[in-house]
């Protein structure tokens, strides 16, 4: 069992940067596939960026590739966002996820941190 606590959200200016964090409890974190999802206000939940166990080959989707960067530190049961050059269009709730390494989907959520990026 994995719970997620996002923080780090906030209100900032187009071109701004913010940091996310998402801290995970149980021993297990390091075996974990960690995910960064949003939502704006509509039905879709967007994919952000996902990292692996061993921080290898992260993914991004093509809206946020080059301007964000997932990373984890497994000592710390933590993983990060790293967000530049922010755009109106990134505001959205974000939300935290894990997987569990051979699981078909993300089963793990935190409940999210609010994004604002003001024009």
């Known amino acids: 069992q994995v719970q997620l606590i996002e923080s780090g959200g906030g209100l900032v200016q187009a071109g701004g940067s913010l940091r996310l964090s998402c801290a995970a409890s149980?021993?297990?974190?390091?075996?974990?596939?960690m995910g960064w999802f949003r939502q704006a206000p509509g039905p879709e939940r967007e994919f952000v960026a996902a990292i692996s166990w061993n921080g290898i080959s992260p993914s991004y989707a093509d809206s946020v590739k080059g301007r964000f960067t997932i990373s984890r530190d497994n000592a710390k049961n933590t993983v990060y966002l790293q967000m530049n050059s922010l755009k109106p269009e990134d505001t959205a709730v974000y939300y935290c996820?894990?997987?569990?390494?051979?699981?078909?989907?993300?089963?793990?959520w935190g409940q999210g941190t609010q994004v604002t990026v003001s024009s």
């Open positions: 996820a894990g997987q569990r390494i051979g699981a078909p989907q993300y089963g793990y």
């Open positions: 149980g021993r297990t974190f390091s075996s974990y596939v």
